[in-house]
């Protein structure tokens, strides 16, 4: 079993080193036992997109410019959960308090911007 782990690491390893050092790569992979060119038959790879898929997002809040609050909410949140999140914590409070919102930006996942006066 041992065995089989390093022949697979080694074949690895020479598929990752073939494009960049050809003629290396070629007989490392005559060392390993193989009659065909690595090149001949390249190996498939299946991408799981859904491991590659993010389940939460660190949303920057910023108040008149300035970062306030970084919240984790989950991927895709609408602008109302994230302005009640926003709004929610002390540090964005302590600078919208008593002030009045002219304008809000939300760009989805990624910032809120609050502008008071």
């Known amino acids: 079993c041992r065995k089989d782990l390093i022949t697979y690491s ?16 070629e007989e490392c992979w005559k060392l ?38 970084k919240l984790n909410l989950p991927t895709d949140s609408e602008e109302l959960v994230v302005k009640e999140a926003a709004f929610a914590d002390e540090n964005v409070i302590l600078h919208s308090k008593d002030k009045t919102v002219v304008k809000e930006i939300y760009i989805k996942n990624k910032i809120y911007n609050i502008v008071v006066k």
Do not use: C, M, W
């Open 10 to 25: 080694l074949e690895r390893f020479t598929f990752l080193l073939a494009p960049l050092a050809p003629h290396l790569g």
């Open 32 to 69: 390993l036992g193989n009659d065909d060119s690595i090149f001949q038959n390249p190996p498939k790879y299946e991408i799981d997109k859904k491991s590659l898929a993010v389940d939460n997002v660190t949303i920057v809040v910023q108040v008149n410019g300035k970062i306030r609050a």
